[in-house]
C-alpha cells in the first residue's frame, strides 16, 4: 500500500507563489509516476502535472504552463509543486497521486494512490 500526503496548500493573493509538497510511502518511490491534479468548486478534477519516475519527463497542463514547476526528489520520496503568479481561477483542493504508468501520465485512471488533497485558495 503506497501512503500519499500533500502538504504546502493555504490563502494567497493573486500573483503570488506557493508551494505545495507530495511526500509517497514506500520503498520503490522512485519507481512511481507523480501527479497533481485539481478540483475547483462545482467542476470536475483535472489534470494539472506530472512527472515520471526518472524525472525527464514532465507534463503540464495549458493552463498552469509557464507559471508552475513540478520536480522530484527521490531520495526524500517527495515531489514539488512551485506555483508562481497564481491567479484566482487556480483556487481548488490539489491533489497529489502515484502510480505505476511508464510515463508521466495525464490521466486519473493511471494513478492508483491519492492524497486526502490540499486547499489552494488565491484570493483576487
Known amino acids: 500500500q503506497v501512503h500519499v500526503v500533500e502538504s504546502g496548500g493555504g490563502l494567497v493573493q493573486a500573483g503570488g507563489s506557493l508551494r505545495l509538497s507530495c511526500a509517497a510511502s514506500?520503498?520503490?518511490?522512485?519507481?512511481?509516476?507523480m501527479g497533481w491534479f485539481r478540483q475547483a468548486p462545482g467542476k470536475e478534477r483535472e489534470f494539472v502535472a506530472s512527472?515520471?519516475?526518472?524525472?525527464?519527463?514532465?507534463y503540464y497542463a495549458d493552463s498552469v504552463k509557464g507559471r508552475f514547476t513540478l520536480s522530484r526528489d527521490n531520495a526524500k520520496n517527495t515531489v514539488y509543486l512551485q506555483m508562481n503568479s497564481l491567479k484566482p481561477e487556480d483556487t481548488a483542493i490539489y491533489y497529489c497521486?502515484?502510480?505505476?504508468?511508464?510515463?508521466?501520465?495525464?490521466?486519473?485512471?493511471?494513478?492508483?494512490?491519492w492524497g486526502q488533497g490540499t486547499q489552494v485558495t488565491v484570493s483576487s
Open positions: 497521486a502515484a502510480g505505476y504508468s511508464s510515463t508521466a501520465s495525464i490521466h486519473q485512471s493511471e494513478y492508483g494512490y
Open positions: 514506500g520503498r520503490t518511490f522512485n519507481s512511481y509516476t
Open positions: 512527472i515520471s519516475w526518472s524525472g525527464n519527463s514532465i
